[in-house]
């Protein structure tokens, strides 16, 4: 199972986060480099210095004069050079700030491991740096402003801030680059359900201007084709139907009984034929969804089949109320029902249940089935299987009619072999 987002926002986004991630390591890295180091090597060479200056100075001065000594250091230089006592109260430097870490260790490589540092001794604030002279162990108190530079905390924090920027803006350059792909596909899902979605906005960077220009264009010749394919099955209808029925009608006025049902049995396949084109054609896409409960209408389809099929099987699991168009629900069941009786040797069994994520219907019989590299092939218009094509009513749409309502429903349709022989159709429709 793979790890990787699915959407476009957090995959580009995740990617350049990981770059300016990157990126700013290796800025740290080189701050570290180039600024840290020769700053902690600077501190501990001024410390170094001054200790040992600090100490030179207490030796060679004169008793009498080393109080005078000390004073100025102190007026003079901000230095405050003091005995050490076991009593003193020490609080350490704060071990977070790697200058003072490196400026340490260099110190003590120097001065002796016994070097010891304190940030605050008996309540009083500064860097307290001790050395040995003789037996003795003196504190020396540098101003902690001469040592420490604010130029890396500076540094570090314009670089959080530049950070955050970046991240804000690497956010926004991907939400720019899926938003117009994010309605792209929500238009294309819309059409693929049949739809006419709303016009795409036409702006942004010009390749997405471009594809957005497209897929409009692209919307507008479908809905133009649609509205001339309503034109063209009305007139089919007008033009077939009414000279049919005066076909069926000079018929049934016919003396010869079976030239008279010869020619009804034929009127009504043809007309059985047009009517299956007209609903592949028109497949009440403008239907609207409505709570439905998909088991009564089962049963309802169900009882016009019952007396065609040897037996007629319900299983119906009882379930909530769908949104399903109901019409065109019940012309696919018909179509699947037809086919059984017609193909499967007419033992039907139809099992209605529910699942995680929607409803299954399904329809199952004993036939022949359907060979493993045709089952997909034959959901598409007008292709019949090779045992079919003597069946005269049949027109090659049955399944392909199953198909298109599946998807105007935003589910599925399956077929599968029946366990035992046979063939199963399954109808998948989500629970919307």
Known sequence: M?????????????LIVVLIALSFAAALAIFRHAVQEPHAKQMAQLVVSTVNLTRAAVLSSAPEWRSALLAELRDAEGMRIQLADPTDVLEPLP????????????????????????AWRNGEEALWVSFHIGG???????????????????????????LLLALL??????RQVARPLKRLAQAA????????PATLP?????EVATVSRAFNRMSADLAANERERALVLAGISHDLRTPLARVRLAAELTADASLREGLVADVEQ???VIQQFLDYARLDESEAAAPTDVAVLIEEVAQCFAAQAKSLALDLQPLPQLAVRPLLLKRALSNLLDNAIKYGGGEISVTLRSMHD???????DCGAGIPEEQRESVKRPFVRLQAARSDAGGSGLGLAIVERAARLHGGAFHLEPREGGGLVARLVLPNR
């Not at 793979?2 to 926002?9: F, Q």
């Not at 003795?136 to 530049?162: K, M, N, Q, T, Y």
């Not at 803006?169 to 991907?174: E, L, P, S, V």
């Open 270 to 272: 043809m007309d059985s």
């Open 202 to 206: 036409e702006r942004g960077a010009q």
């Open 95 to 118: 071990d977070e700030s790697p200058e003072l870490h490196e400026m340490m260790e260099e110190v003590r490589e120097r001065l002796g491991d016994d070097t010891r540092f304190a």
């Open 136 to 162: 003795d162990e003196f504190w020396l108190a540098l101003p902690r402003e001469r040592i420490e530079h604010p130029l890396s905390e500076v540094l570090l924090a314009w670089g959080g801030v530049v």
């Open 2 to 14: 793979s790890l990787m987002p699915k959407t476009l926002l957090v995959r580009a986004f995740l």
């Open 189 to 196: 899902q819309q059409v693929g359900e049949g739809k006419t």
């Open 169 to 174: 803006g690497a956010y926004f350059i991907a």
């Open 358 to 364: 929607g409803v299954e219907l399904s329809v199952a």
